[in-house]
């Protein structure tokens, strides 16, 4: 039993230090605006941060590096891209969307026969009335 609760109180340890590191805060809204760069600069700033994140793991791997130190380097360009990231997030235009409604169909229906005003069968190629082609023009 004891060694049970030593082990639950290791795991927590483990995740309370660990969930900075895996789950970094999401940047808040307002620190958006601290990025006023277009978009090749955010693009610019993340490709930076990921690079930096990537040169530090090297060095830490090799041996370059104290844990601490890759440890606050990495936290330190983690929240960079990630502010990159939201800000580009809002600096992109959203994707064109498709026009919601039809707009403007090429076929225009003719539901009435403009001479005589009689209501065209559907489907009907000409007045039943008057015999006037009732297409729209092609
Ligand atoms: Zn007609």
Do not use: N
């Not at 230090?17 to 999401?26: C, S």
């Amino acid at each position: 039993m004891a060694l049970l609760a030593a082990l639950v109180l290791a795991v927590v340890a483990v995740a309370l230090v660990a969930a900075p590191f895996l789950r970094p805060e999401p940047a808040p809204e307002p620190e958006a605006d601290a990025f006023e760069g277009s978009v090749a600069d955010l693009e610019h700033r993340k490709l930076e941060a990921y690079a930096a994140i990537r040169d530090a793991e090297m060095d830490f791997r090799m041996g370059k590096l104290s844990p601490a130190d890759y440890e606050t380097i990495k936290s330190k360009y983690t929240g960079q891209a990630i502010q990159a990231l939201a800000a580009l997030d809002h600096a992109e235009p959203a994707p064109a969307s498709p026009p919601s409604g039809d707009a403007a169909p090429a076929d225009i229906e003719i539901r009435f026969c403009p001479d005589c005003g009689t209501r065209r069968p559907d489907k009907a190629r000409f007045c039943p009335s008057c015999g006037r082609g009732l297409r729209a023009a092609a």
